[in-house]
């Protein structure tokens, strides 16, 4: 039996859920008592496939064609289901990241074959498989079964539902070639442009993230966040309604319709803390949240909080680490 | 340009969403529904593009007939017109909702004599989340699609549309006709004016009855997550505090 594990990169750059597609994978190949497979796809993929053999796949496919340089959701999907045809894979795997949710949706819409999107855990089977499955951006969890007849189980694992670890031992890591047949057609939805606009740390990568929500009351008032942010070489995030209220842009939004973040510490200020809001902090390791409010759901499910007004508490914690920074 | 807009009805949650007794659906009896967020972005995008460059938003929803409250809002806010696709009030599953969505998107278009020049979908829906059924739909009408959209510019043939990643956007040209999964931020929904809530009352109500089979996944149950027993340390109750919070940023090692 064979778990084909599909990979992410930009151009050789490694993605950091590519750690925990490998750390799912090796769990449920056991499971499945099977092989890794790993599937890199474009320009730079041959770099890594070591990575992958590292962090435990038995062979490493790397598909290279002139239509694959840059991401393509159509030309990616297309050449993941060339490979299920030469592979014959009893499941399909990725991270439930934006590419990876929209790759398998791809390879199932054209396959015609259900797919699971989002698991938290999964339990294989000889018919249909169970799964325990993120609604709600993950304040709900849904019990489902995945009947895919006699083809390949396809399925993501939500972005963050596991934690990435080492693997105890490497995979043969061997390096299979593969050339995918692309048609034309497919590249209408290939990137033509990158417009970057943050270099460095973002939102979803920064160590500390510091948010304001409508506690703030102004787009003014983000200035002390700001600060704050800098200090620690952090960003700033804001709650939904602060983008609704038009005072930050909706790249700072932190939530279910905005960004998932996972700092080392997320600094909530400001922010009642609604369930759409929650489930995009709530990979966070710690929240300390700063609110007049101590019912706040927000001040209630936060490691450390303090009750009180942000304006005086955020410049406070400013001028405390310069003081100790001399 | 001839837009349509695919919408899902979706229970409005706050700090908590509970389940009903027997694990099948949201307990939606102190909730009130709304349009899941992107495709209110969706649906505000087709306005201002039809408003700024002509043609007409046509708003389709596959749901329980209450759904009807979602396409009258959409309506209030500047759709020509408005289809329900009504189910038996179950959650149907992405490939049997895409299936019976493509039924009724053909026979729209067959109606019109003309394909829509672009379908814009949420990227996923507020609830169930399964981040696939514009794909299926896009993929049968053998149109192309690109998800995670947070721009749209239309132009000659083909739109322009920017995909948000980690620190900017990706830029693609896509020919049309073509669908869309798109994204909130995209821009900042109008709420209705009263002369749009009026003429949303007498906007016709379509109606397209269409089914398909059930496809390979199928919920068991939903139920909420086993809550951490979390315990708040207050660390002050006034800007004192910041001692507290300095001393824990530097025992974690985000001081620099």
Redesign the interface.
């Known amino acids: 039996m064979t778990l084909l594990v599909v990979l992410e990169h930009d151009r050789g750059k490694w993605s950091e859920a590519n750690d925990e597609a490998m750390t799912a994978a090796r769990t449920l190949a056991a499971d499945m008592n099977s092989t890794i497979h790993a599937a890199l796809i474009g320009d730079g993929a041959l770099d890594l496939s070591g990575q992958a053999g590292a962090a435990g796949a038995d062979v490493v496919h790397v598909a290279n064609h002139p239509m694959l340089t ?2 393509g ?2 030309a990616v999907g297309e050449t993941v289901v060339q490979l299920i045809a030469a592979q014959s894979p009893t499941a399909v795997m990725a991270v ?1 990241t ?1 590419r990876g ?2 790759v ?3 390879v ?3 396959m ?7 698991c938290m855990t999964v339990a294989p089977a000889d018919g ?1 498989w ?1 799964m325990t499955r ?16 006699d083809g390949p189980r396809l399925l ?1 694992y939500g972005h963050h539902a596991v934690a990435a670890e080492v693997a105890a031992a490497p995979g043969a890591g061997t390096v299979h070639d593969f050339a995918p047949v692309l048609d034309d057609s497919l590249a ?13 740390v ?1 939102l ?2 920064a ?2 993230v510091v948010s304001g929500g409508r506690g703030v009351g102004s787009a003014e008032g983000f200035a002390q966040l700001e600060e704050l942010a800098e200090l ?3 960003r700033v995030g804001c709650s939904r309604a602060v ?2 209220l ?1 005072w930050r ?3 700072d ?1 932190v939530g ?3 960004t998932r973040i996972a700092p ?2 997320y600094i909530a200020t400001g922010i ?5 809001h929650w489930v995009g902090a709530m990979a966070s ?2 929240i ?2 700063i609110n007049t409010d ?1 019912e706040a ?1 927000m ?10 007004d942000l304006h ?2 955020v ?3 400013t ?3 310069k003081r ?2 001399g | 340009m001839n837009i349509l807009v695919c919408v899902k009805r979706v229970p409005a ?5 509970n ?1 009903t007794d027997d694990g099948q659906a ?1 307990d939606a009896a102190h909730l009130g529904f709304t349009t899941s ?2 495709e209110e972005c969706a649906l505000e995008e087709a306005v201002q593009i039809t408003e700024r460059d002509g043609g007409e938003v046509t708003v389709l929803t596959l749901g329980p007939v209450d759904a009807e409250e979602q396409l009258r809002y959409a309506a209030s806010v500047g759709a020509h017109k408005i289809i329900l696709v009504p189910t038996d009030g179950s959650a149907w ?3 049997r909702t ?1 299936t019976a969505l493509t039924k009724a998107i053909s026979q729209a278009e067959d109606a019109n004599g003309a394909p829509f020049e672009l379908i814009l979908f949420g ?2 829906s ?7 059924v514009g ?2 739909v ?3 009408l053998g149109r ?5 959209i ?1 721009g749209i510019d239309p132009g000659d043939g083909m739109v322009t549309a ?14 049309t006709p073509a669908v869309l ?1 798109v ?3 995209l821009n ?1 929904p109008r709420y209705p004016t009263m002369k749009g809530r009026l003429a949303s009352k007498k906007a016709q109500l379509e109606t397209t009855e269409v089914d398909a089979p059930a ?11 086993t809550e951490q027993a ?1 315990t ?12 507290a ?2 001393d ?3 025992e ?5």
Do not use: C
Not at chain 1, 112 to 118: E, K, R, S
Not at chain 2, 232 to 243: F, K, N, P
């Open positions: 840059d991401f959701p159509e439930g934006s949710n929209e398998l949706a791809q199932a819409a054209r015609d074959l259900p797919f699971v999107a989002n249909p169970s993120i609604q709600w951006g993950g304040s709900l969890l849904e019990d489902t079964t995945l009947d895919a007849g993501t209408g939805t290939i990137v033509v442009d990158r417009d970057v606009q943050q270099a460095g973002t979803s990568t160590p500390v620690l070489g952090g983008t609704n038009g842009n909706h790249a939004q279910q319709t905005g080392e510490i009642s803390g609604a369930i759409q390791k710690r300390l949240a101590a759901n001040v209630v499910k936060a490691d450390y909080a303090v009750i009180a005086k508490v410049p406070a914690i001028a405390e680490i100790r920074q | 949650p706050g700090a908590r969403i389940v949201v967020p992107h599953d992405p490939q895409a990227n996923e507020a609830d169930s989340g399964g981040f696939q794909v299926r896009a993929h049968k192309p699609i690109v998800n995670a947070k920017r995909r948000e990643v980690d620190g900017g956007f990706e830029v693609y040209n896509v020919a999964g994204k909130e931020g900042l496809g390979g996944q199928a919920m068991v149950k939903l139920h909420r997550p979390s708040t340390e207050i660390l002050g109750t006034d800007e004192s505090a910041a001692v919070i300095v824990i940023l530097e974690i090692g985000v001081l620099s």
